[in-house]
């Protein structure tokens, strides 16, 4: 039987990477993304 991986809870990650705003087309219409932070992503993390 294979072994499932399951991802961490989201707050348990820290959002430390700074998006800055910019432009964006989405569902057929434009909108504005302000700028924010979010968690870095985890396809470099290794969970042995």
Sequence with gaps: MASRQ???S???????VYVR???RFRFGRGE???DHF????GQ???DF
Excluded at 10 to 16: C, F
Excluded at 38 to 41: A, C, D, L, Q, Y
């Design 38 to 41: 979010r968690s870095p992503p």
């Design 6 to 8: 399951y991802r961490r």
């Design 10 to 16: 989201p707050a348990n990650r820290v959002k430390s």
């Design 21 to 23: 705003r910019y432009p």
């Design 32 to 34: 504005d993304v302000t």
């Design 44 to 46: 470099l993390s290794f």
